[in-house]
């Protein structure tokens, strides 16, 4: 049976660029529209040419080879011609395949914003649509507030539809701008607008995730006919971002319901590609990935209850909706005091570790995790640390360096012009090859300032870990007051772009730090002797 097309229109680089803290460089830009063209997304949104000079300068070559390269803007002025709006003469110099065109739909917005006739705000619909279309491209229009408007005047809300349309929009977008709408809502509507005349070939939907629900409303516009579907990498967007293409696609492509009746320009072999392309997006975010995400979190087929995790070994199917795999991820058991044996094992497995299952030492590692978790530990979040555990206790980890003793100094003062500052110290005496370097630094805060030393001097260690670098550090205070235990949690990544967790507990925060940084350059010079890093270099 032949499948219908469903047409992905990704919009990361317009509405996505909304999003409070992200504000992408053209460099940015170029790499996203690469991976999305890549990908098989059929339709890049990359801006709004003319209004910005970064978007300008996006848009003075065409970005995609596949993909269709999108710019976007607001229909003509009301009160000038199509030719004389020098807005409308950017968007058409760009150099893009189509223009989606923004359309206000909601009457009460037509006088509220625009300040025009509702008639007017129809001729400036069909005059951009005819003027795109004019000078050789692909028009789409979004029909702004597409769903508020239909609800307080569905004959107008149809009539800026349907303007776009007869115009020649290849596509009429049903924009929920405001994300508040339900998805019981979005099919009854999307059915009339069908109803009305415009055949579902040439709709689109456009969510927002205001109640949660910007996935689960795609999806219900696709069962009622749309057959394009906008969205963003990992959902980023204003507010509550919109409707997240990572979470979509995959069940587009997986689920049945879906994708029985369609097909969409991401193969099965570019699918298998949705956790890296996810995780290298918030990479190039720079912030940290979301575990609980669907499909492509870290966590998306993690379990740790023993009972399960057992049963999951036998036969995966009890416990996951999809093959891991499918969008390259995969199962992870997690360390945990839940966890028995057969956890363990297959833990240590996966990680290169061959023991015995009636091995003592795996008994005694199994205690020492139990302990240390009881103690505050928290293993299942820092892989390395439970990796060089499991290693020294039925192996052995190679002493590269010993670190003799350290301090920290923090200082709180006024300097000379009377300004209060706080400068932090560090002194380290790490002994390498049977010689004791001494390493000051100075940093921010008494933590940063201990790396900085910790990693200054490694004799002949130093240049493995040039790439060595820090992006997370986590404390949580483990049973209130001052005397508290403190967990510090630290995420390393190295020039190969593999991440790993490692942990400390103490009573003293520093301590606690202390202990996680150690584990880290351990972890690390493992790694490039090939003795560890199975898991982080995944
Ligand atoms: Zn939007």
Redesign the pocket.
Known sequence: MTRESLHLFD?TLR?GQ?TPGIDFSVEDKIAIAKMLDAFGIDYVEGGYPGANPTDTAFFAEKRTTSARFVAFGMTKRVGVSASNDPGLAALLQAKSDAICFVAKSWDYHVRLALGCTEDENLDAIRASVEAARAAGKEALV?C?HFFDGFKANSAYALACAKTAFDAGARWVVL?D?NGGTQPSEIRAIVEAVIASGIPGKNLGI?A?DDTGQAVANSLAAVEAGVRQV?GTLNGI??RCG?ANLITIIPTLALKPAFAERFETGVTAEALAGISRLSRAFDELLNRAPEAQSPYVGASAFATKAGIHASALAKEPKTYEHVEPQLVGNRRRVMVSDQGGKANFLAELRRRGIEVPRDDNRLDALISVVKEREAEGYAYEGADASFELLARKMLHSVPEFFNVTSFRCMVERRFDANGALKTVSEAIVKVIVDGEERMSVAEGHGPVNALDIALRKDLGRYQHEIADLELVDYKVRILNGGTEAITRVLIESRDGSGARWWTVGVSDNIIDASFQALMDSIVFKLMKNRDMAGLVAAE
């Open positions: 919009t509405d909304q979004d702004e924009c701008t456009h927002h906008q967007g204003e919109n």
